[in-house]
């Protein structure tokens, strides 16, 4: 199966072509970064696979799901690191997984391991999300992911605000997720980092998508 197959995929914001006829294909155990300036549309593109926008145009199918007649059913299979971590800030880092445990229905014995492997201090798991600095959030953010074992991982600038142990940690996520068979698609400005983990490359311009050669 395909995790992920756009074919001329245009999604309008307030009447502007965020994507502009985007084509992409991506399969289970691939990494692929997407990489472009701001604004080229690479959150748009991964708001569009996470289910979160509607598809104006072209076709679009996300873990056997037709992003234009049941994007519902796309988002309890996918996890999303955007620039918002989607954190309750008057929840703690603990209680925020527990809500995402119960909705996607996996133990919530997990939480607990969850914020062990991002290295989040237990001083720390109790206090309200608002009062972590960024890059705290960042991780969990990041547990809530864990948590839910999506199919197929979208993370936008996935080493954003984190120092270089957070950074580490990203990778082996990202690594173990797509040995154990998850399509994983990363969204940056620059290659960086990011660039070492990706099986592939495509460069996102004006909302549309090319292929680029992997070195």
């Given at each position: 199966?395909?995790a992920v197959?756009?074919?001329?995929?245009?999604?309008?914001?307030?009447?502007?072509?965020?994507?502009?006829?985007?084509?992409?294909?991506?399969?289970?155990?691939?990494?692929?970064?997407?990489?472009?300036?701001?604004?080229?549309?690479?959150?748009?593109?991964?708001h569009l696979?996470?289910?979160?926008?509607?598809?104006?145009?072209?076709?679009?199918?996300?873990?056997?799901?037709?992003?234009?007649?049941?994007?519902?059913?796309?988002?309890?299979?996918?996890?999303?690191?955007?620039?918002?971590?989607?954190?309750?800030?008057?929840?703690?880092?603990?209680?925020?997984?527990?809500?995402?445990?119960?909705?996607?229905?996996?133990?919530?014995?997990?939480?607990?391991?969850?914020?062990?492997?991002?290295?989040?201090?237990?001083?720390?798991?109790?206090?309200?999300?608002?009062?972590?600095?960024?890059?705290?959030?960042?991780?969990?953010?990041?547990?809530?992911?864990?948590?839910?074992?999506?199919?197929?991982?979208?993370?936008?600038?996935?080493?954003?605000?984190?120092?270089?142990?957070?950074?580490?940690?990203?990778?082996?996520?990202?690594?173990?997720?797509?040995?154990?068979?998850?399509?994983?698609?990363?969204?940056?400005?620059?290659t960086g980092?990011?660039?070492?983990?990706?099986?592939?490359?495509?460069?996102?311009?004006?909302?549309?998508?090319?292929?680029?050669?992997?070195?």
């Amino acid at each position: 199966m395909t995790a992920v197959r756009l074919s001329g995929a245009v999604v309008l914001m307030g009447g502007f072509p965020a994507l502009a006829g985007a084509d992409l294909e991506v399969v289970p155990g691939e990494v692929v970064l997407v990489r472009g300036p701001n604004g080229a549309g690479k959150s748009t593109l991964l708001h569009l696979c996470a289910g979160l926008l509607r598809l104006s145009e072209g076709q679009g199918d996300v873990l056997g799901c037709d992003l234009g007649a049941d994007r519902a059913a796309v988002r309890r299979r996918v996890g999303l690191l955007g620039h918002d971590t989607a954190l309750y800030g008057e929840l703690s880092a603990a209680e925020n997984l527990q809500v995402w445990a119960r909705a996607s229905r996996v133990a919530e014995a997990d939480v607990t391991g969850a914020l062990d492997r991002l290295g989040l201090p237990q001083r720390l798991r109790d206090v309200p999300t608002a009062r972590l600095s960024a890059g705290q959030r960042r991780r969990v953010a990041l547990a809530a992911i864990v948590v839910r074992r999506p199919e197929l991982w979208l993370l936008d600038e996935p080493h954003a605000g984190l120092d270089s142990d957070g950074r580490a940690i990203v990778d082996s996520l990202v690594t173990a997720a797509a040995a154990a068979g998850a399509a994983v698609v990363l969204a940056s400005h620059e290659t960086g980092p990011a660039g070492g983990l990706a099986t592939r490359t495509v460069t996102m311009a004006g909302g549309t998508l090319s292929e680029r050669a992997q070195s």
